[in-house]
């Protein structure tokens, strides 16, 4: 029995054995050769860079490099963690998936071939961990292209900090040449400014200065003070030409500065960042390395900083040639960077409208006094005057309750007949004297709530201009801006305004609103992510927050009042979408919805 035993385990294994080998093995270089779609293959290539789908995040992207040539992967994960996957960039790995091209992918338009593997399972480490910082060093030559440097793979330098800010980007200045940004892949044990460190990460560029990505450090050497040239600088140099034209003046990039000026907007002391107005724009200042450093600062005071001028840009992609610089940061390196010059004044712009606003009642009321006084003196010689105005008042109404009864129809009808309802109901309990009859009216109290709500949202909706807007991204900030708070939203809507009708356009901005208003008022989020792409006949896009997140299978629905989510149901079903919420890794809420978009001939623009 044993030999039968043994022989009944070793059929399966030897199954999978010749599945697995059946797959012909490829290498990176010759991957572009020969394969065709859909054939299944293994290749072998060590992992250069990492990054999740942000529009789908059950999704992980790499790049797998091998010789002089890199290919871009795809892997679909099991769970909502993608810290496994991330985890790979510099590792050696055999992968087991199918050739796809761009004329054989169906949801996003990718130019070349793509290599899909269909889960983590069809990934294998090869080899043990290689040391980090076994990589050779870094040696930049004249005219060397984006795409070149790209294909350098992890690189090692070695140099003194200059700036440390943003929890992990560090500017390093190496032994010769100039600055290097390097964005570690961890935010704990930051090095120190001044401190001497080797730096290992994958070469990129803004195509201003090289940047190491998923990079590692070591100490190198102890910290020594460095000989700091300072360069007086005004927030307008930084900002525009001579000419009053806007550009960003990428030459400080590296060196220390000193500006000046007022500081707007909030202080954000956790942060360790403010910014400094002119009439040119704002230039941020990142003091996270240096905390305690803003204890003594507050809105609309002067300060001077001394500090690392650093030029924040994107990457270089291949399908993005030139990245857009975000704007110039100044980072405070030593303690006394940041001196307040002048304390705010206290006559601010809010106190000096609130006094124009009392002189203007005071005003108001005088002028009312005396106006009925007159009207009192000649009152019959404006009765027919006085009913003249009545009645035009009268159609006035008449025409703007007739306009406002077609839109809100729709939004508030069925709130109120539920209204209704649940008085009637009360009213014919109310004789009881159990609580029931209160249940119900607290739930209409709810449903009268939710229907001001959604009244002052239409009202908005009427008069607000953003329908009109070519640009979707710009039309979900009109929309939002009013309801904002102190909260802060990044927008990246990547479908065209005319690829939408206008129904779909407004029910995309009532929902994505419902979402966002949601998550700042009863999640109390801080911060909010928008993205949305078309993928062929279907529009996907998802809201994210910080918020405190809440189970969506419990949360109150109809019955009790609370009409937002299925609001939005009802909406994405008449569409013929998809709706889902779920928690994210980070304790927030993520809500995906995907909406058909109709051609030009079944709908109107």
Known sequence: MNWMTSLACALPLAALGLRLAAQPLASVDSFFDDQHDDTPYRIRGTVADTYVDEVDPRFVYFTLEGGERQILCSVRIDSSDPSEMLALSGRRVELRGVVRTASSLISRAYLGKMFLVESTDDISLLGEDPDPFDVPELSLEDGVRPDQLAKFGRRRVSGQVLAVWGGRNVLLQPDSGRPIRAVLATDKDLPAYGQRVDIVGRTETDTYNITLTHARWRSAGDISPMERIVTPVSVQSLLSDGKGNRRFETKFHGCSIRVSGTVRGMVDTTRGRFEIESAAGL?????????????????????????????????????????????????????????????????????????????????????????????????????????????????????????????????????????????????????????????????????????????????WDLRSEALEDEDMSQAIRTTLLPHLRDATIDVRFNVPRAAVSDSTAYAILRIIRELTLNAIKHGGAKHVKIAGAEEGSVLRFSVRDDGAGFDPDTVPGVTEGHFGLEGIRQRVRSFSGTFDMERTAEGGMRAIVTIPIPSASEGTK
Request: hydrophobic share 50%; net charge negative.
């Open 283 to 459: 230039v941020a200042v990142d003091a996270s390395s240096l905390p305690g450093e803003l204890a003594d600062l507050t809105r609309g005071c002067e300060v001077e900083v001394v500090g690392t001028c650093v030029v924040d840009a994107d990457l270089w992609r291949e399908n993005e040639l030139f990245p857009r610089i975000r704007g110039i940061v100044v980072v405070p390196c030593l303690p006394g960077d940041v001196t307040v010059t002048a304390s705010a004044p206290w006559l601010t712009p809010a106190r000096a409208w609130t006094i124009f606003y009392c002189l203007a009642a005071f005003v108001v009321v005088i002028v009312l006094w005396n106006r009925i006084l007159w009207l009192k003196a000649f009152r019959s010689g404006k009765a027919l005057a006085d009913e003249e105005v009545a009645r035009a008042e009268a159609d006035m109404r008449t025409r703007e309750r007739t306009r406002l009864a077609v839109e809100l129809h729709d939004s508030i009808v069925q709130n109120l007949a539920g209204v209704i309802m649940e008085l009637e109901t009360a009213k014919r309990l109310i004789v009881s004297t159990n609580e029931e009859p209160l249940v119900h009216l607290r739930r209409a109290e709810r449903a009268m709530r939710s229907c001001h709500a959604d009244l002052r949202n239409c009202l």
